[in-house]
């Protein structure tokens, strides 16, 4: 069955939110959606989120779900907001308790805040499946990039999160807490192993040098004979070499701190002191 995919790109993050509804019918399910969030004076608005909702409104369409790949570290997610909008279930992987354990830590966040998931209304394993309407999802386990991530595979289209980019950037970084470049090779050969005609939906472009648009959509046949980082028969050793090296250049993404605070309970912010007012956490020295 071939989905209808409606992408939101989001320059301010490089990331591509998505509605996916079954061919025929009304139901829909939400993909990495975003919350627009002013660093700098710590506000956060809808705009992005608000798009998306008016979208699903005029076409009359009825969400069943609100998935997440995975744990973002350079957006806070819109889930939340969205939910209350639209309705729907909210969803990840299940190893979103190693994510909540490792960063509960390093954010203090004491034994208030619960490690086991709850916060989300569904945690898929590797293998479960769910339904949009008519329309199957399949959940592949990929993790490399976070413990957590998933794969939607969902009719003739799989949505990989950060795990893969478009052909000419490659792949995502794995020194995040819990990261692991064999564990990415591994996930993506999972990836490459479904049909070559599969529809890939990347989660972030930031456009390849030498193209001058930004694009996430691409398949497993190109990826396989393409991809910068693994295509071509690349090994696994050639790859944990290259992007180990590659990752210890890079900088942490703008929005981390925030980010992970409040993805890691599902895109809720943290709980209000005594005056109402919500305080997030910058750790020192900590990432």
């Given at each position: 069955?071939?989905?209808?995919?409606?992408?939101?790109?989001?320059?301010?993050?490089?990331?591509?939110?998505?509605?996916?509804?079954?061919?025929?019918?009304?139901?829909?399910?939400?993909?990495?959606?975003?919350?627009?969030f002013d660093h700098a004076?710590?506000?956060?608005?809808?705009?992005?989120?608000?798009?998306?909702?008016?979208?699903?409104?005029?076409?009359?369409?009825?969400?069943?779900?609100?998935?997440?790949?995975?744990?973002?570290?350079?957006?806070?997610?819109?889930?939340?907001?969205?939910?209350?909008?639209?309705?729907?279930?909210?969803?990840?992987?299940?190893?979103?308790?190693?994510?909540?354990?490792?960063?509960?830590?390093?954010?203090?966040?004491?034994?208030?805040?619960?490690?086991?998931?709850?916060?989300?209304?569904?945690?898929?394993?590797?293998?479960?499946?769910?339904?949009?309407?008519?329309?199957?999802?399949?959940?592949?386990?990929?993790?490399?990039?976070?413990?957590?991530?998933?794969?939607?595979?969902?009719?003739?289209?799989?949505?990989?999160?950060?795990?893969?980019?478009?052909?000419?950037?490659?792949?995502?970084?794995?020194d995040f807490p819990g990261?692991?470049?064999?564990?990415?090779?591994?996930?993506?050969?999972?990836?490459?192993?479904?049909?070559?005609?599969?529809?890939?939906?990347?989660?972030?472009?930031?456009?390849?040098?030498?193209?001058?648009?930004?694009?996430?959509?691409?398949?497993?046949?190109?990826?396989?004979?393409?991809?910068?980082?693994?295509?071509?028969?690349?090994?696994?050793?050639?790859?944990?070499?290259?992007?180990?090296?590659?990752?210890?250049?890079?900088?942490?993404?703008?929005?981390?701190?925030?980010?992970?605070?409040?993805?890691?309970?599902?895109?809720?912010?943290?709980?209000?002191?005594?005056?109402?007012?919500?305080?997030?956490?910058?750790?020192?020295?900590?990432?």
């Open positions: 069955m071939t989905p209808a995919v409606k992408a939101f790109f989001d320059e301010a993050t490089n990331t591509v939110s998505y509605v996916v509804r079954e061919p025929q019918g009304t139901a829909c399910a939400i993909i990495d959606s975003v919350l627009d004076a710590g506000r956060t608005s809808t705009e992005s989120a608000d798009a998306i909702a008016a979208w699903v409104k005029a076409e009359g369409l009825r969400v069943e779900w609100i998935l997440e790949s995975h744990v973002h570290a350079d957006h806070l997610s819109a889930a939340p907001y969205l939910q209350e909008q639209l309705g729907g279930k909210i969803g990840i992987g299940d190893r979103i308790t190693v994510v909540q354990d490792t960063f509960g830590k390093i954010f203090n966040e004491g034994t208030e805040f619960q490690r086991d998931g709850s916060q989300f209304d569904r945690l898929f394993r590797e293998g479960d499946s769910f339904m949009i309407g008519q329309l199957r999802g399949e959940v592949l386990h990929t993790p490399g990039h976070t413990p957590a991530c998933l794969t939607y595979v969902i009719g003739d289209a799989a949505f990989v999160g950060d795990t893969l980019f478009m052909p000419d950037f490659g792949t995502a970084r794995c990261g692991s470049s064999a564990d990415l090779f591994n996930s993506i050969q999972k990836i490459l192993a479904l049909p070559d005609e599969t529809r890939i939906f990347v989660g972030h472009d930031y456009k390849a040098p030498g193209r001058d648009d930004y694009a996430w959509e691409t398949t497993v046949g190109e990826q396989k004979a393409l991809n910068v980082h693994v295509g071509a028969g690349r090994s696994i050793e050639e790859f944990v070499e290259m992007r180990d090296a590659r990752d210890a250049t890079l900088g942490m993404p703008r929005l981390i701190l925030p980010s992970l605070q409040v993805n890691m309970r599902a895109g809720q912010m943290p709980e209000p002191d005594d005056q109402g007012d919500v305080f997030l956490k910058i750790p020192v020295n900590k990432i």
